[in-house]
């Protein structure tokens, strides 16, 4: 969960529920973006990836705003990392797990509907199985995405918190030093990306450097939070209508039309995040409804146990056609979107509530053995 900054920063307690909505809309999003891409939605879908980008900036932007000119020493530095692990840990534990038994269940069962879902265990093998379980095979150490899709971004996000957070001890990135660092290394990973590939929606292979931009664009947006004076609701509403406009361009255009376009989605989000972090402006008012804050809420549940459904459900309707359980014009892949959602966000509450906080209390208490250290919850 996001937690508001302490009062002494001079932030209200109400600070970052916006940002807790759009973490929400963002899981959502790659809940339809891999929905189409087992059914073929309409073609904005194909590029709502963009959610896992929105992520990598929020992520930059809280964990800089709670944890920025705190890591002072080795202590700081470890309890920081064993936090963030506690944080994001059991439930890849879990869903992976859960991933291995579907897997065995499904070729057990055979037939029509494993035909159309065992093509996508291609790489489940031991070692894809380990690197999914020490988190690092989104390292560019794997032929291809393996078991629980989704989990590629856990690995590049645990690594980007090892690197940062070591920035963070040795005072190169402070909050008096929110920029050089951050943008240099946003530069550089920019510049890595176009030299290999045209489109910014890199995974296993390059996802780690993707991580990296996000999260670097997510520290320097809040640095220039702390820098500008506050601004007027009319001017956060017009940064929320560019950043969105950006954002519905790249939504807009193949990626094969506009090879490159998608670059600029880490900069329209380091916009928007940065525009709706005062909770105010145009969009905030929606944002800071009890709906979209429960889907904040449940946000990190969805993200991983989304994925599997999106397979089941996806098979089944793909078996009910060849068979002509359903036919018509009526019945059209998207007509699926209501399903998955109503699925989904059950699931995705249920694993919240029942696993993905007791585990993450448990390990915070075995957290407290290690040195005491300032580092408030995230």
């Known amino acids: 969960m996001l937690y508001p900054a302490p009062m002494s920063e001079g932030i209200s307690a109400g600070y970052l529920r916006s940002l807790e909505a759009i973490r929400g809309i963002g899981a959502l999003a790659i809940v339809l973006y891999h929905l189409d891409d087992r059914l073929g939605l309409p073609f904005y879908f194909d590029n709502f990836y963009i959610g896992v980008d929105l992520f990598f900036v929020l992520s930059g932007f809280i964990i800089f705003h709670v944890y920025g000119g705190r890591i002072e020493d080795r202590a700081g530095y470890a309890r920081f990392l064993w936090l963030r692990v506690a944080r994001i840990y059991p439930l890849h534990f879990v869903t992976l797990v859960a991933f291995v038994a579907f897997q065995a269940l499904t070729i057990e069962i055979g037939g ?8 996508l265990f291609a790489h489940n093998d031991i070692w894809s199985f380990l690197a999914n379980l020490a988190v690092i095979h989104a390292l560019n150490l794997l032929d291809g995405p393996s078991f629980n899709v989704p989990s590629w971004s856990i690995s590049t996000e645990l690594y980007t918190y090892v690197v940062f957070g070591a920035l963070f001890w040795v005072g190169l990135i402070r909050p008096d030093r929110p920029f050089a660092v951050p943008i240099l290394i946003a530069i550089g990973g920019f510049a890595l990306m176009a030299a290999r590939t045209p489109s910014f929606n890199a ?5 780690f450097i993707r991580n990296m931009v996000g999260f670097a ?8 939070h702390g820098l500008l004076p506050r601004p007027t609701t009319r001017t956060l509403t017009v ?10 361009v790249v939504l807009a255009v193949p990626g094969r ?24 402006g145009g969009f905030c008012p929606i944002l800071l409804l009890a709906p979209l804050q429960w889907l904040g809420r449940i946000s990190y549940a969805l993200y ?3 994925y599997m459904l999106v397979l089941i459900v996806s098979a089944l309707y793909v078996a009910a056609v060849q068979h002509g359980v359903i036919t018509g014009k ?6 699926l979107i209501p399903v998955i959602i109503a699925i989904t ?28 250290a300032a580092s408030p919850r995230t």
């Open 345 to 372: 966000l059950p699931v995705a509450h249920a694993t919240h509530v029942w696993v993905e906080l007791p585990a993450r209390t448990f390990l915070r208490q075995w957290g407290r053995l290690l040195p005491s």
């Open 257 to 280: 039309s506009a090879p490159y376009l998608n670059y600029t989605v880490p900069l329209a989000c380091a916009v928007l995040i940065l525009a709706c972090s005062h909770d105010r």
């Open 304 to 306: 991983l146990t989304h």
């Open 112 to 119: 029509s509907l494993a035909a159309s879902i065992e093509p």
């Open 239 to 248: 940064l929320q209508i560019a950043a969105i406009a950006m954002l519905l």
């Open 330 to 335: 009526a019945w059209q892949p998207w007509v």
């Open 217 to 224: 664009l997510g520290i320097a947006a809040r640095g220039l």
């Open 203 to 207: 995974m296993h292979d390059l996802g």
